[in-house]
T-cell receptor, first 116, second 113 residues
Framework: NAGVTQTPKFQVLKTGQSMTLQCAQD?????MYWYRQDPGMGLRLIYY???????DKGEVPNGYNVSRLNKREFSLRLESAAPSQTSVYFC???????????????FGDGTRLSIL | GESVGLHLPTLSVQEGDNSIINCAYSNSASDYFIWYKQESGKGPQFIIDIRSNMDKRQGQRVTVLLNKTVKHLSLQIAATQPGDSAVYFCAENRRTGRRALTFGSGTRLQVQP
């Protein structure tokens, strides 16, 4: 059982380049999330998708876009990468999110992104 | 602003001792709390959760205590082992607003052999 799978694991970009981070879960979860983690800090929410077909902004959405492709997949896109977006990006999923029912989120192992 | 935070950034314990990691939260509307363990190079791993209608919950070698009066959460690890060395995060799920977890900044647990 793979759980949450993120690709790629590492990536180096130049300022201004674009790229898409991929995330897939095989737990049939409704909700999916994208976080970033900076050194010495907790995770901060970028975007989330409470259910297939919906997406909402999180705490730090600027410079990012997302697509909930289907129930399994939730991608994060950087249209024009900036050095401030150097971070580790984590995708997570949960059975039900928010006030609809509290269930733990399950995380992938992250994408380490460096922008030069 | 309201946030989830931790008292100690680093906790060092001897192997076999019990560990206690603390977390303070400020949002009284939060109704669900989770502890995660994160090892180097990996994603956060779920340890244990607790709902606001509970004061205590036990798992295998771990116990989470919730004190809503003082908005305090703690994780107790019994008989700490070297494999417990990691960064531990508490997170809260607020009843209102954004549907996602708010994380604290983490506590690093170092287990000395």
């Amino acid at each position: 059982n793979a759980g949450v799978t993120q690709t790629p694991k590492f990536q180096v970009l130049k300022t201004g380049q674009s790229m898409t981070l991929q995330c897939a879960q095989d737990m049939n979860h409704n909700s999916m999330y994208w976080y970033r983690q900076d050194p010495g800090m907790g995770l901060r929410l970028i975007y989330y998708s409470a259910s297939e077909g919906t997406t909402d902004k999180g705490e730090v959405p600027n410079g990012y876009n997302v697509s909930r492709l289907n129930k399994r997949e939730f991608s994060l896109r950087l249209e024009s990468a900036a050095p401030s977006q150097t971070s580790v990006y984590f995708c997570a999923s949960s059975e039900v999110g928010g006030t609809g029912g509290n269930q733990p989120q399950h995380f992938g192992d992250g994408t380490r992104l460096s922008i030069l | 602003g309201e946030s989830v935070g931790l008292h100690l950034p680093t906790l060092s314990v001897q192997e076999g001792d019990n560990s206690i990691i603390n977390c303070a939260y400020s949002n009284s509307a939060s109704d669900y709390f989770i502890w995660y363990k994160q090892e180097s190079g990996k994603g956060p791993q779920f340890i244990i959760d607790i709902r606001s209608n509970m004061d205590k919950r036990q798992g295998q070698r771990v116990t989470v205590l919730l004190n809503k009066t003082v908005k305090h959460l703690s994780l107790q690890i019994a008989a700490t082992q070297p494999g417990d060395s990691a960064v531990y995060f508490c997170a809260e799920n607020r009843r209102t607003g954004r549907r996602a977890l708010t994380f604290g900044s983490g506590t690093r647990l170092q287990v000395q052999p």
